[in-house]
């Protein structure tokens, strides 16, 4: 496989998994919803999931909103660099890495957070049965 189609299978798959976690992210907050008391209070247990829950979704926007201003910057950076050098910003540009860790970073905590909500349903669940 060439280069391009590497990195187009994998965007695909991570723009599944967040599309279908934040399904997951709601369905994981209406369960919680089922352990609440008539006094609106929930678990200790469950009200860990629903922060995680609540973590998993700052942890969404943070992914785009961190990415898109370091890719700004970054880009801007380049475009300055090319215009003084070559008097156009128009042609290739070579990303580094870097650019792209925090919404790898990012990627991965929300959905170690997701995972841990839905563990600590999973626990509530057991301990009930």
Not at 41 to 51: D, E, H, N, Q, R
Not at 52 to 59: E, K, S, T
Not at 93 to 120: Q, R, T
Request: aromatic share 20%; glycine share 4%; proline share 3%.
């Amino acid at each position: 496989m060439k280069n391009k189609e590497l990195w187009d299978t994998y965007s695909f798959y991570t723009e599944e998994l967040t599309k279908y976690s934040r399904q997951l992210a709601f369905a994981g907050a209406a369960i919680c919803w089922f352990f609440k008391t008539p006094e609106v209070t929930f678990p200790k247990v469950i009200s860990i999931a629903l922060g995680l829950i609540v973590l998993f979704f700052i942890l969404d926007i943070m992914q785009y909103f961190v990415s898109a201003h370091l890719l700004r910057w970054w880009i801007r950076k380049e475009e300055i660099r090319k215009w003084q050098a070559e008097k156009t910003i128009q042609g290739e540009y070579d990303k580094p890495w870097w650019v792209d860790s925090p919404a790898f970073i990012f990627f991965n905590l929300k959905a170690g957070a997701l995972f841990l909500s839905f563990a600590a349903i999973g626990y509530e669940f057991l301990i009930r049965i």
